[in-house]
């Protein structure tokens, strides 16, 4: 429910808390229901006011791709970070970490995110292909095996 989000983030905002990062257990490569305007709005304005938005699976295998398909792209362009195929503990220790050292902005801890820094994280050239997304471009791969 992107209510009880938008609460969150607004009483960190109105009442100085110290939330440093929102993170969003997604659908498969990093998908929510639909793009709801509202909800991609509020997660960037979550962004501008420094608060980091990283997109993590509810899946055993895979990884976030934020851009394979609409709704990812959209995550994206709000400025929403992928945490590959990182798992929830590892996401909470690592950003712990990266915002623990105070050296490091918002910014920097997002583009951290995207880094192995002790194995926690697949390197890309490592990870499997993206699914395919249509029919189409399934039948095309079939026939090039031939």
């Known amino acids: 429910d992107d209510e009880m989000i938008r609460q969150m983030i607004q009483v960190n905002l109105t009442e100085g808390r110290c939330l440093k990062a929102l993170v969003l257990q997604l659908y498969g490569t990093g998908n929510i ?3 709801k305007e509202s909800f991609i ?11 980091l938005v990283i997109a993590s699976t509810q899946c055993f295998t895979g990884n ?26 590892a996401i909470a220790c690592k950003s ?19 880094v192995s ?10 990870l499997s292909p993206p699914p395919l997304s249509s029919a189409y471009q399934r039948g095309i791969r079939k026939g090039k095996k031939s």
Request: net charge negative.
């Open 33 to 35: 229901p639909s793009v």
């Open 41 to 51: 709005q509020l997660l960037a304005d979550a962004q501008e006011k420094g608060i």
């Open 64 to 89: 976030v791709m934020l851009g394979h398909y609409a709704t990812g792209r959209a995550l994206q362009e709000a400025g929403v970070v992928s945490a590959s195929d990182m798992t929830l503990e």
């Open 96 to 114: 712990a970490y990266l915002f623990g050292r105070q050296d490091l902005s918002t910014k920097e801890v997002g583009e951290l995110m995207g």
């Open 117 to 126: 820094l002790r194995g926690e994280i697949t390197p890309p050239e490592a």
